[in-house]
C-alpha cells in the first residue's frame, strides 16, 4: 500500500473513536480498542518514516490491542512473535528443523526413493518478520501492508535489538538453508511494533532508532480511573456490566495498586479489571435490570480479591472498596 500525507490509513483515524477487533481462535479474543491521540499520532510517524514502532507500558496496559487495531486499521495480516529468555535472534526471520532433515535422510518410501528434500524448503520455519517480508516482497501498491508484532523484547539477550535493527535497515534477510534472499521496497515494508515491559534496559542505539510511545496508565487516581473506565466501555461484551459497578470496581483496583506499589509487590493494572468484568458480565448474563446490577455488586465483593490481588504475600482476605465514592 503507497502512501501519502493525503490517504494515509492512520491520518483518518479520531481520538476516541472504537475499533471492533474480531476473535482470532489460534491467539486473541474478541475486543474493542478506543483510539487516543497519542496513538493515532505514534502510528502515523512509525509509518510514514518507515521506522519500527517501540510501545513502552506496565504489563497488561493494552500494548498488544494496539497493534492488534493497527492491523484491523490496514487490513493487513497480523504475524506474531513473543519473545522469550532462550529466543535467538535468527528465531525472528527463520528457523531449520535439522532432525527433521535428519529423519527424511534416514527414510525411504515404498518405491526406494529418499524422502529428504534437496531444496530445504520443508525444513524451514519463517518467523514473523521473516513471513511477513517474504509475503510483502511479492506484493504490490494495492495489497494491504501487514503488521508485525514483536512482544516482550525485554526478555531477550542485547544481541537481538541488535539484530533487529540490521534486517529493518535493509528490509532484507537472507535465508541461509534455502540460499534465498528475501528485500521488500520501502513501500512495501511492514509496520513493525515492539512492545517492553521495561523488565530489562534496552540498547540505546536501538531505541533511538525507533519511535517510540509510552502507554503507561496515568499516575493520578482521578484520571487512572477514568482511563480504566474508558477502556472497559469499548468493548462491547462489557456493556452489561452496570456503570456504578465499572467504576466500584475501578476504585478497587486503584487501591490495590497502591497496596502493592507501597508494599513493593507488582501492579495490577487494564488487563486484570477488563478480566474482572469479563467475569462479572459471564456470571450474570441471564439476568436483567436491578437483579443483575445486584448480583454484579455481590460477585464484584467476593471475587475481586481473587483477580486483583497477586502476591503470595498479599492477603486476599479484605474489606471491599465501599460502592460510592467517599
Known sequence: MTT?????????????????LDQDLDRFDPAGHLWHQSEIHALTVAMAARRPLLVRGEAGCGKSQLVRAAAAVLKGRLHVEVIHPRFE?????????AVQRLADAQVRDDNGRSLLDPTNVRYVRYGAL????????????????????????????????NALLEVLGNRSFKADPLDRVHKVPPERMPLVVITTNEERELPAAFVRRCVVLNLNPPREEAALKRWLMERAAAHERLNVVDSAVRETAARQVLADRVAADKAGYPKVGLAEYIDLLMALA???????????????????EQLSAYVLVKNARQDQDRSPVPATAT
Open 4 to 20: 501519502s500525507p493525503h490517504d494515509h490509513p492512520f491520518t483518518r483515524l479520531r481520538a476516541g473513536t472504537r475499533q471492533t
Open 89 to 97: 535472534a535468527l528465531d525472528l526471520l527463520w528457523r531449520f528443523d
Open 130 to 161: 521473516g513471513s511477513a517480508i517474504r509475503d510483502a516482497e511479492g506484493g504490490d501498491g494495492a495489497q494491504p501492508l501487514d503488521v508485525v508484532l514483536i512482544d516482550e523484547i525485554d526478555k531477550a539477550d542485547a544481541d537481538l535489538p
Open 282 to 300: 459471564e456470571l450474570t448474563e441471564t439476568l436483567e435490570g436491578e437483579a443483575r446490577a445486584e448480583t454484579q455488586r455481590d460477585w464484584l
